[in-house]
């Protein structure tokens, strides 16, 4: 009688893309504080890392089965982690960009708008919408610049998230997270270096070098998004998601290579690709100001991929 009860007292968060890269992090996260895990993606179930008592819905958003859903689940909060999430893929297809990422996004928001007016919704967008900042570090309030349709479209998301909750009251935030990384992401350059390292034994890169990011591990993410729930004041706000660290490509790539136990050399081709930004470093004092702070140095971080990485590749 008591398992039940708690249950029922529960709170109830909606996680869309939850069998994603951070879609799967974020669901651990807040099931280890307590909250009971809604999942919404369109994959097999074994794919789905859901608490006892959570429950997964697959469906391709959009899709009518929402409504009834959200009806059913009166969750307090939704994560939206659903969408695409490659500069590179939208530079090719913009139109199911558009699609998957603002068009869902307005979707999302209008019937929770009908039929959870009161659920929190936090946004993933992206540091993409900044493009080349004019300066380091970059603050939420920096003009927005984006080189690509991918952060267009985000930007076009937060539009959204701000214009719900401005003429309906609803609760909003939008969250630019900068370089994410961590176990389980299969793409982008930490990936990409330990599988040339690994599997190809040579280290050819984009760039110069000289590009720098501000990573953040994956967990960190996760760990923020609660906060942003529990503390925010979801008026539409933004938020920018990063370790406040500006590390070069070439320091990730030495790191790397030290990590691994290789003595690979890294080349760079000194040709930049289109819609990728040169440099970032977020000011991260906003999300400070809720009690957030990283916890994953990124050499510890690396230190996990690096480690993860070679146990995948070794069949390969």
């Not at 709170?11 to 669901?27: D, E, K, M, Q």
């Not at 006892?52 to 307090?76: D, I, V």
């Not at 609660?226 to 925010?232: N, S, W, Y």
Request: hydrophobic letters at 45%.
């Amino acid at each position: 009688m008591l398992k039940t009860a708690l249950v029922k007292t529960a709170r109830t968060v909606v996680i869309t893309g939850v069998a994603g890269f951070l879609g799967r992090y974020v669901a651990r996260q807040f099931a280890s504080s307590g909250w009971r895990i809604v999942g919404i993606d369109d994959s097999a179930a074994e794919n789905v890392p859901l608490a006892s008592g959570g429950a997964y819905h697959r469906m391709r958003l959009p899709s009518s089965a929402l409504a009834e859903m959200l009806r059913r689940e009166e969750p307090q909060a939704l994560i939206h982690c659903a969408g695409r999430a490659s500069v590179a893929l939208s530079m090719e297809q913009p139109a199911a960009d558009f699609r998957d990422n603002t068009a869902l996004t307005f979707d999302m928001l209008d019937t929770l708008r009908q039929h959870a007016p009161e659920c929190r919704f936090v946004l993933l967008s992206s540091a993409a919408v900044y493009g080349n900042p004019a300066t380091l570090p970059v603050s939420e309030d920096h003009p927005v610049k984006p080189l690509s349709p991918y952060g267009y479209h985000k930007r076009q998301c937060e539009l959204l998230c701000e214009e719900f909750a401005r003429i309906y009251g609803m609760k909003t935030a939008s969250v630019r997270i900068f370089s994410a990384y961590g176990p389980g992401l299969r793409r982008q350059v930490v990936w990409d270096i330990c599988e040339k390292i690994i599997g190809k034994r040579e280290l050819a890169l984009h760039g110069t070098g000289l590009e720098s990011r501000d990573f953040i591990h994956a967990a960190d993410v996760a760990r923020a998004l609660e906060t942003i729930v529990d503390k925010a004041a979801c008026d539409g706000e933004i938020y920018n998601l990063a370790s406040g660290r500006e590390v070069t490509i070439a320091e990730v790539a030495a790191l790397l290579v030290e990590q691994l136990g290789s003595a690979i050399t890294p080349v760079f081709s000194g040709q930049v690709r289109a819609g990728d930004p040169c440099n970032w470093r977020a000011d991260v004092s906003r999300i400070q100001a809720l009690g957030f702070t990283t916890r994953i140095p990124f050499e510890q971080g690396t230190g996990t991929v690096a480690t993860w990485a070679s146990a995948e590749l070794a069949s390969l």
